[in-house]
């Protein structure tokens, strides 16, 4: 029986790419946020470099198989993946080691960094119009997962607040037509930006899920100013069809919830220092979703009303979530819990 290494260099030797060494003298290489995945890196003998993931243990609902066939969808409609060889079975992937100097972590320069945003946005707008994931994402499933010692913590504004993301999650789940190919871990060092083309790696989460999860997760991580985000928007939704101006504050109150609470789980020390970052973000997120004004006419009819109304006089509706289980605060407690975190 082959070893996996003896697997891999078979896979190299079919391609006809003639490693400069075995791949059983593969250098490790570590990604700054991978923990899920080994990677190896090797050269072949023109200088070019590849990247050999060893499959790690995903989370579900995600299966390898799941990549693999969200990976087949991309190459067809002709997205760039870096992808040379892909094996679940085997366990491993084989691909195009990027030159980090176009990471988008790298991309400072003001004017660069703008259009290296642009062209994010209408890189995803188009997946998000041409592929067609099998997968799909569970909000509910991934903050139960997420959320499994905040239940016993008795830290009452942090159930609060998790009741706060229930209800959002709960709004924008309910349109199945707003559920599309997602990538899910868009974090701004899985993108590579030459100038010129977009190269978007790492899909093993990837499976539908709403339109605004992958604008929501890159604008955190990335640090978006106010007006990158507007950019961010405005190109991918120039014509406003899909009210990301709407979705997105909602989004992002509930990505860096979800955010907070890994970090909180985390075991690491650092951990408990970038809690404390992701906490004042969540504040910042929470009173903008809640205080939207472009949504305050979109969900107001015989469900919970998220926003403040415009008259002091109008009448104020209790905040539930989808299964009407009320959570105790009316909308000037979430306004008041939103500005006292």
């Not at 942090?158 to 349109?175: G, H, K, P």
């Not at 690491?268 to 404390?276: F, P």
């Not at 299964?323 to 000037?332: A, K, P, V, W």
Request: hydrophobic share 35%; with cysteine.
């Amino acid at each position: 029986m082959q070893t996996k290494a003896e697997v891999i260099q078979s896979e190299f030797n079919k391609r006809g790419i003639l490693l400069k060494e075995s791949v059983t003298e593969a250098k490790s290489h570590v990604f700054q946020e991978g923990i899920t995945n080994q990677f190896l890196t090797v050269n072949d003998l023109s200088g070019k470099r590849y990247l050999i993931r060893i499959n790690g243990k995903l989370w579900p609902p995600f299966t390898r198989e799941g990549e693999h066939h969200n990976l087949e969808q991309l190459h067809k409609k002709g997205f760039d993946t870096a992808l040379v060889a892909n094996k679940p079975q085997e366990g491993f992937q084989i691909c195009d080691l990027q030159d980090e100097a176009t990471s988008f972590t790298q991309i400072h320069a003001k004017g660069h960094r703008l259009s290296a945003i642009q062209a994010v946005a209408k890189t995803i707008q188009q997946y998000h119009q041409l592929a067609h994931f099998e997968s799909h994402y569970s909000f509910q499933q991934t903050l139960g997962s997420a959320s499994r010692r905040l239940r016993n913590s008795g830290n009452i504004e942090m159930i609060a607040i998790y009741r706060v993301v229930v209800s959002i999650f709960s709004l924008i789940t309910q349109d199945n037509n707003e559920f599309v190919a997602s990538h899910n871990d868009l974090l701004p060092s899985s993108i590579y930006f030459n100038g010129k083309k977009i190269v978007i790696v790492d899909w093993e989460y990837s499976g539908k899920n709403h339109r605004s999860y992958d604008l929501a997760l890159f604008s955190l991580k990335s640090f978006l100013s106010p007006f990158e985000e507007a950019q961010l928007i405005k190109s991918y939704d120039p014509e406003n069809d899909n009210r990301m101006e709407y979705w997105l504050p909602l989004m992002k109150a509930g990505v860096n919830f979800l955010l907070l609470l890994w970090q909180l789980n985390s075991s690491r020390d650092e951990g408990v220092h970038n809690a404390l970052l992701l906490f004042k973000s969540l504040q910042s997120n929470l009173q903008e979703a809640l205080m939207q004004q472009s949504a305050k006419s979109l969900f107001t009819e015989k469900r919970c009303l998220f926003f403040k109304p415009e008259r002091k006089e109008a009448k104020k509706h209790a905040l539930t979530n989808g299964n009407q289980e009320n959570t105790g605060l009316d909308n000037d407690g979430l306004v008041s819990l939103a500005s006292s975190l």
